[in-house]
Each structure stands twice: as C-alpha cells, then as structure tokens.
C-alpha cells in the first residue's frame, strides 16, 4: 500500500506550522491536521511527532513526501511608507521513512527529515540590506528511533538525531564610517557543523476511544565552522575586510508536543495539542572571526528571542480505507521580540488553517 497525500493549506509558507526557523511539514497528512498528531497514527511519519506510536504500525512500511513552500514576503517602511517586496523564494523540503514491527511489541524506524529551515532573499538596495539581503538555512536530520510496548496500553521510544547544518548569510555593509559616503560593500558568511541530540516518546491509551501522547526532543547545540568573504570594498580600505575564516555558535531549540486523540465514531479521529519550544537559548548570534575585520574580531548581533507556545485541534475522517478527509488549525506566537526584530527571520504570530485528503493507492 502506498499513500498518497493531496493537500491545500491556507497558510503562509514562512509559517509553514512554525516559529523562528522551525519548520513541521515532515509528514503530508500529519500536516493536513495541523501537525496535531501526538497521540494519533499517521503512517512512518510518526516517528517525527511522536516515535511511540510506531508500535501501532504492522509489517514494514515506506513513506516520502515533498512539500512545496512558495515565499511571497513584503516591508513596508514606516519612515517613508515605500513597499520592498523580497524575490520569489520557493523551497521543497523533502521527508522519507521507514517503519518496521520487530515483534509484538518492539518496533523500530528511520527517518530523514527538514525540522529547521529558513529562506529570504530581499534586493540589494532596500531599506534593510545592512541587516540582511540574503539568508538561507538548512538541516537535515538523520533519526533513528525504537519503541517498546511494555503494557497493552502504553508504548515508549527513544532516539537519536544527528543534524546536519548549513548556512549562508548575506548583507551590504555602509562604509561611510570610512569616509566613503554613498558606497557600499558586500558580505557574505557561509558555514555547516553536525550536531546530536535525542528525542523521547510516549503513548497511553487512556480509553477504547481516548489516547495521550507526548513527544520531547533536546535541544542541539551547533559550533558553526565557516568564512566570511568581502566584496565590493574599493582601494585601500580593501585591506580592513580580508577574507577570513570564522566560527559562530547556534543552538536548535528543545521542543515538547502534548496531544489528546478522541475517536468519538469508528471513522473519526479529533486531537488537541500544544507544542513548546525552546527559543530562548537563540540569545544572540555571534560570528567571531580568525583575522580583523574593519578592527573588530567579532560580528555580533543581539536576539533574545523567547520560548513559544503554539495551540492546535486536527482531525481525520475515513470516507473508506483508501479515502479520508484531513483539517486542521494552529494558533502559535513568534518567539522574536519588537526590540530584535529583523528581515532575516521576518517570523509573527501565526492563525493556520489546513485541509487536504488522504488518498491510498496500491
């Protein structure tokens, strides 16, 4: 049997399910519900929302998925009210999974998938280009889980993730500190690192009709290994930005989802949940680099950023075993303050809704 997801979601896709540079698209009919899946199966991709749940799956079973995120971002200044808007910027991150029930109550299963991605591209020339023109951000994560059901009604998991970063940032900088008024220069830091974490999972199946679940992943810390490279920089004051090695510390946050599955008729499944992360670790961005740059060996920029609590209620109905109709929607708050604010991560609060269709082919 092979699924197939058709989906349309009314949303933005820079609030693709997320806050900050979180993404949650890792699995298509977990994302016509909203991502509220904690406490209910949607296929392999379960291991993302909840790895506990795979002692629900029988045999072996394959599942992959592309999501297709189409960024259409504007700025409006509020010192001269002129509107920037950023380049059409579409990204498709992809998820693929794979399940196996050892026995009757072990199981194990692979994932990879995107958790954390960010994309912006705004011209060279706007109002903001000393802050930002260009930023993208990727990690792919290598999950490997297993789940025991010690007890009829209760299932656990453990797993690892092995992350995979890589990050490219670009700016203008104004060199009229310099005394060249009206000229600008060109920056670009570019870097990856590898990070572990680890991630836990548990399933209780409180009813016949009524399932808890909870899904905990640790926050991964990244020492990003790079180089910073100038351009545009005329005559002498070419020699105050060499090109030179950097590194810059970045955490990805730890993140909590609870959910509660209520099957009110045989083919009905409604959940509502709540997931947290842990966005205050992102405190700053701090770039140190090998040699000086304009006299400075550092390139820091304040964030503050908060943690983020987000709301959600999805369901799933099966018109038949091969048809069900998916919703869903999610009430989330950005975890970056006014006061740090800034065009890389355009990130608001976010009202989500979805809808889609599972259809099953084979």
């Given at each position: 049997m092979v699924p197939l997801a058709f989906l349309v979601t009314l949303c933005p896709a820079g609030q693709a399910l997320a806050s900050g540079y979180g993404l949650f698209t890792q699995g298509a009919s977990a994302f016509g519900q909203a991502a509220t899946v904690t406490a209910h199966t949607t296929g392999p991709s379960t291991l993302f929302y909840n790895p506990a749940l795979l002692t629900t799956l029988d045999g072996t079973r394959v599942e992959a998925g592309v999501t297709v995120l189409a960024f259409d971002r504007r700025f409006t200044s509020r010192a001269d009210g002129d509107t920037h808007e950023m380049r059409d910027e579409t990204k498709m991150p992809a998820s693929l999974y794979l399940s196996h029930r050892v026995t009757d109550d072990l199981a194990a299963g692979i994932g990879l998938f995107f958790p954390f991605g960010l994309a912006s591209d705004w011209p060279d020339q706007w109002e903001g280009r000393f802050l930002a023109t260009q930023t993208e951000m990727t990690t792919y994560t290598i999950n490997p889980a297993v789940a025991w059901q010690p007890l009829p009604r209760l299932s656990v998991a453990a797993?690892?993730?092995?992350?995979?970063?890589?990050?490219?940032?670009?700016?203008?900088?104004?060199?009229?500190?310099?005394?060249?008024?009206?000229?600008?220069?060109?920056?670009?830091?570019?870097?990856?690192?590898?990070?572990?974490?680890?991630?836990?999972?548990?399933?209780?199946?409180?009813?016949?009709?009524?399932?808890?679940?909870?899904?905990?992943?640790?926050?991964?810390?990244?020492?990003?290994?790079?180089?910073?490279?100038?351009?545009?920089?005329?005559?002498?004051?070419?020699?105050?930005?060499?090109?030179?090695?950097?590194?810059?510390?970045l955490s990805l946050p730890e993140q909590l989802s609870l959910g509660l599955a209520w099957q009110p008729i045989e083919p009905l499944v409604v959940e509502i949940g709540a997931h947290w992360e842990g966005w205050s670790a992102f405190e700053e961005l701090r770039i140190g680099l090998e040699?000086?740059?304009?006299?400075?060996?550092?390139?820091?920029?304040?964030?503050?950023?908060?943690?983020t609590w987000s709301y959600r209620v999805g369901g799933r109905y099966a018109l038949?075993?091969?048809?069900?109709?998916?919703?869903?929607?999610?009430?989330?708050?950005?975890?970056?303050?006014?006061?740090?604010?800034?065009?890389?991560?355009?990130?608001?609060?976010?009202?989500?809704?979805?809808?889609?269709a599972d259809l099953q082919f084979g």
């Amino acid at each position: 049997m092979v699924p197939l997801a058709f989906l349309v979601t009314l949303c933005p896709a820079g609030q693709a399910l997320a806050s900050g540079y979180g993404l949650f698209t890792q699995g298509a009919s977990a994302f016509g519900q909203a991502a509220t899946v904690t406490a209910h199966t949607t296929g392999p991709s379960t291991l993302f929302y909840n790895p506990a749940l795979l002692t629900t799956l029988d045999g072996t079973r394959v599942e992959a998925g592309v999501t297709v995120l189409a960024f259409d971002r504007r700025f409006t200044s509020r010192a001269d009210g002129d509107t920037h808007e950023m380049r059409d910027e579409t990204k498709m991150p992809a998820s693929l999974y794979l399940s196996h029930r050892v026995t009757d109550d072990l199981a194990a299963g692979i994932g990879l998938f995107f958790p954390f991605g960010l994309a912006s591209d705004w011209p060279d020339q706007w109002e903001g280009r000393f802050l930002a023109t260009q930023t993208e951000m990727t990690t792919y994560t290598i999950n490997p889980a297993v789940a025991w059901q010690p007890l009829p009604r209760l299932s656990v998991a453990a797993g690892l993730d092995l992350a995979l970063f890589d990050a490219t940032l670009r700016r203008q900088i104004d060199l009229a500190p310099l005394g060249l008024a009206g000229v600008e220069g060109s920056q670009e830091f570019s870097g990856d690192d590898t990070g572990l974490g680890w991630n836990l999972g548990l399933a209780l199946q409180l009813t016949d009709r009524l399932d808890f679940g909870l899904s905990w992943r640790s926050e991964i810390d990244l020492s990003v290994d790079g180089a910073a490279r100038f351009s545009g920089v005329p005559g002498n004051a070419a020699a105050l930005f060499p090109a030179t090695s950097g590194q810059a510390d970045l955490s990805l946050p730890e993140q909590l989802s609870l959910g509660l599955a209520w099957q009110p008729i045989e083919p009905l499944v409604v959940e509502i949940g709540a997931h947290w992360e842990g966005w205050s670790a992102f405190e700053e961005l701090r770039i140190g680099l090998e040699q000086p740059v304009a006299g400075a060996n550092e390139d820091l920029v304040a964030r503050d950023w908060d943690d983020t609590w987000s709301y959600r209620v999805g369901g799933r109905y099966a018109l038949s075993d091969r048809i069900a109709l998916l919703a869903g929607y999610k009430y989330g708050n950005t975890p970056v303050p006014d006061s740090t604010f800034e065009p890389a991560i355009p990130d608001a609060d976010t009202h989500l809704w979805t809808v889609g269709a599972d259809l099953q082919f084979g």
